[in-house]
């Protein structure tokens, strides 16, 4: 007889500013719902943006003790929901979608839960959800699954960019944990963003390969699990985040965030290093900046002025400015780092313009 079990690889953003910005899927691992004898022995799971898109690349390696048999397999996704149009939620938000058992790539339906017939629990999927489903084999021994796709971050008042995958499944398995999990992120070059510093109780050591750098610190922020989610912030000039766990058994799962800059402010460095842009939100959204700026002293107007050139890694010869900026995270000085083509990152051209008329004035008293 045929067994059933669904993966429910993407589940949609919750989160109470739902009509502030477009939530459209979280990734997921593979997850079995009636299956209690095959162990999910390894997964490599690499994760690279692209944009607003997260490219997924997965490998598997199961383990069926006994004899072959064959299941039913179903992935997961919702439709978009948030700042959507009526067509963008009559599809699902992953393309690109290829699974491969062994060495042969799989056919594959897609169909609303509501229209297939299967029945499973509404936490993991209700009518209205997507469901990829096709048949694999599971021989007797080491069974090896690749599969590989693209889903569409979200993104909030809160946060820029979310990009979401739940791990927790992957130890609904018969040895309910992972026995080898690796785990290798990309979010492109002069990227900063957070990373989970723990999975629940199990702390992660995160690595950096190639350019950047990993906070020592543990961040909070009042909105991410109630102000209990311990965070990293991340600066990658070039390179990947790795980490790799045996008995990888995760009680909470895998965020990815780029934080609006209200957010992202206070992520720069760790109390009690003080934060020489704490009121930096009142020159952007104050109704009087000229005002504003000019209460600010000449230090001050100074490292506003080279903010900028500072995010983008340029070395400063002089060392009240190297010195005043080596406390954040984000700077890294490159002697190879030029100030021609540096890019707006967080004072625009209007408040530098700002900034230079205010310096100008003082200079002329």
């Not at 997260?54 to 996704?77: A, R």
């Not at 594959?108 to 096709?134: I, W």
């Not at 569409?152 to 040895?175: C, I, K, P």
Request: aromatic share 14%.
């Amino acid at each position: 007889m045929k067994k059933y079990f669904f993966l429910p690889l993407l589940l949609i953003c919750s989160i109470s500013f739902a009509n502030d910005g477009v939530f459209y899927a979280t990734g997921n691992t593979l997850v079995p719902l009636k299956e209690n004898t095959v162990q999910l022995k390894k997964e490599i799971l690499n994760l690279t943006r692209k944009a607003e898109w997260m490219q997924v690349d997965i490998y598997f390696e199961f383990f069926n003790p006994g004899p072959e048999k064959e299941l039913l397999v179903g992935f997961v996704t919702p439709p978009a929901n948030g700042d959507v149009t009526d067509e963008e939620a009559r599809h699902p938000f992953i393309k690109d979608f290829m699974v491969m058992s062994g060495d042969e790539l799989l056919s594959y339906k897609v169909a609303k839960m509501g229209e297939t017939g299967f029945r499973v629990s509404s936490k993991l999927a209700e009518g209205y959800d997507f469901v990829y489903y096709f048949t694999i084999k599971f021989k007797k021994g080491i069974n090896v699954i690749r599969h590989s796709y693209q889903y569409r971050g979200g993104g909030s008042v809160e946060a820029s960019q979310d990009f979401d995958y739940r791990l927790t499944t992957g130890t609904t398995w018969a040895n309910h944990s992972i026995d080898d999990f690796e785990l290798n992120i990309d979010m492109g070059e002069n990227s900063y963003f957070s990373i989970p510093a723990t999975f629940g109780a199990q702390p992660v050591n995160w690595l950096m390969t190639g350019v950047g750098r990993i906070s020592a610190s543990d961040f909070t922020l009042p909105y991410v699990n109630e102000g209990k989610a311990k965070l990293k912030m991340v600066l990658q000039r070039r390179g990947r985040l790795h980490m790799r766990m045996n008995g990888f058994k995760p009680t909470t799962d895998l965020s990815v965030s780029f934080w609006n800059l209200h957010n992202e402010i206070g992520l720069w460095c760790a109390p009690p290093v003080k934060n020489d842009f704490s009121n930096m939100m009142e020159m952007i959204w104050g109704d009087a900046v000229d005002s504003t700026i000019r209460q600010f002293s000449d230090q001050q107007l100074r490292l506003y002025r080279n903010l900028n050139y500072a995010r983008h890694g340029y070395a400063f010869k002089d060392e009240t400015l190297k010195k005043a900026y080596s406390k954040y995270i984000w700077y890294i000085p490159d002697p190879a780092v030029k100030t021609d083509n540096t890019p707006d990152y967080y004072v625009s051209p209007e408040l530098m313009q700002l900034i230079i008329t205010e310096e100008n004035r003082r200079k002329l008293k």
